[in-house]
């Protein structure tokens, strides 16, 4: 395992305690507006650490059969666990949103939820039972492609909807990240797609950069604004989808060099 890989994984941690201090010491939380501070230092500092998140993606990932089969209880549970988690908070935001809904447009919203909580499931358990299956037991087939392209398609929404009903400034750091955010999951959940049921299209440097990105983003950026504000099911589900993504760059590791044919973005 590339120690590239480990340290931006620590380096995370490391700004989410920054941002943890920022929400709750220099931002007014009732209405999301910075008190102290530049707020353009915010975005700068997320950008740069998102752009080392590609670079370390980029130059650290091995060939992607990992994530098709993972091999080792390590690699097994921290793909399967968070793909579980991210798969229950959905669901459960998926019903929410349809028992809540004022409108259409929180109904289509819902059902994408399920639907993305049904893909998340699904690899959940395909990787459990392809990571913990007897040696010389033939495992079963991953997921259809067609139910994680729908399965992404919340994610699709969700920027969509941001870019429509969100006015807020620049100041307001939280709700102008989020369609950052649901961008990390897409290209998470293609990357996830294409190295599980399209193994022959799979992009390990991808499924390695995306995978960060999403740790980033979704995880450390997230977790402080769980906490410190309310949060729905949907937005710990974010949570759980950087963990994944951080599984899925553990289980891309390698050397550089290594053997395997990488496939063009």
Same mark, same amino acid.
């Given at each position: 395992?590339?120690?590239?890989?480990?340290?931006?994984?620590a380096?995370?941690?490391?700004?989410?305690?920054?941002?943890?201090?920022?929400?709750a010491?220099?931002?007014?939380?009732?209405? !999301?507006?910075?008190?102290? =501070?530049?707020?353009?230092?915010?975005?700068?500092?997320?950008?740069?650490?998102?752009? +080392?998140?590609?670079?370390?993606?980029?130059?650290?990932? &091995?060939? +992607? @059969?990992?994530?098709?089969?993972?091999?080792g209880?390590?690699?097994?549970?921290?793909?399967?666990?968070?793909?579980?988690?991210?798969?229950?908070?959905?669901?459960?935001?998926?019903?929410?949103?349809?028992?809540?809904?004022?409108?259409?447009? &929180?109904?289509?919203?819902?059902?994408?939820?399920?639907?993305?909580?049904?893909?998340?499931?699904?690899?959940?358990?395909?990787?459990?039972t392809?990571?913990?299956?007897?040696?010389?037991?033939? +495992?079963? @087939? #991953?997921?259809?492609?067609?139910?994680?392209?729908?399965?992404?398609l919340?994610?699709?929404?969700?920027?969509?909807?941001?870019?429509?009903?969100?006015g807020?400034?620049?100041?307001?750091?939280? #709700?102008?990240?989020?369609?950052?955010?649901?961008?990390?999951?897409?290209?998470?959940?293609?990357?996830?797609?294409?190295?599980?049921?399209?193994?022959?299209?799979?992009?390990?440097?991808?499924? !390695?950069?995306?995978?960060?990105?999403?740790?980033?983003?979704?995880?450390?950026?997230?977790?402080?604004?769980?906490?410190?504000?309310?949060a !729905?099911?949907? &937005?710990? @589900?974010?949570?759980?989808? =950087?963990?994944?993504? +951080?599984?899925?760059?553990?289980?891309?590791?390698?050397?550089?060099?290594?053997?395997?044919?990488?496939?063009? &973005?």
């Amino acid at each position: 395992m590339p120690r590239q890989i480990t340290g931006f994984l620590a380096s995370c941690t490391v700004f989410c305690a920054f941002r943890w201090v920022d929400l709750a010491l220099w931002t007014d939380l009732s209405t !999301g507006l910075i008190r102290n =501070g530049h707020v353009w230092l915010r975005y700068a500092a997320l950008f740069a650490w998102a752009a +080392a998140a590609l670079a370390t993606g980029h130059l650290a990932a &091995d060939p +992607a @059969g990992q994530l098709a089969r993972p091999a080792g209880r390590g690699a097994t549970f921290a793909l399967s666990l968070p793909a579980f988690a991210a798969s229950v908070c959905f669901g459960a935001q998926g019903v929410l949103d349809i028992i809540r809904a004022a409108g259409p447009a &929180d109904i289509v919203q819902g059902a994408l939820y399920a639907v993305s909580a049904l893909w998340l499931e699904c690899l959940g358990q395909y990787w459990l039972t392809a990571g913990l299956g007897r040696p010389g037991r033939k +495992a079963s @087939g #991953p997921p259809p492609a067609w139910l994680g392209t729908a399965g992404s398609l919340a994610f699709v929404w969700g920027v969509l909807r941001s870019f429509m009903t969100n006015g807020s400034s620049w100041q307001r750091t939280i #709700p102008t990240s989020a369609a950052w955010q649901q961008l990390a999951a897409v290209l998470l959940l293609a990357a996830v797609l294409r190295a599980v049921c399209l193994p022959g299209a799979a992009n390990p440097r991808a499924a !390695g950069r995306y995978g960060l990105l999403a740790a980033l983003l979704c995880a450390a950026w997230q977790l402080p604004r769980c906490v410190l504000l309310p949060a !729905g099911p949907g &937005d710990w @589900g974010l949570v759980a989808l =950087g963990l994944l993504g +951080a599984g899925c760059a553990l289980a891309c590791a390698g050397e550089t060099g290594a053997k395997g044919a990488r496939a063009a &973005d």
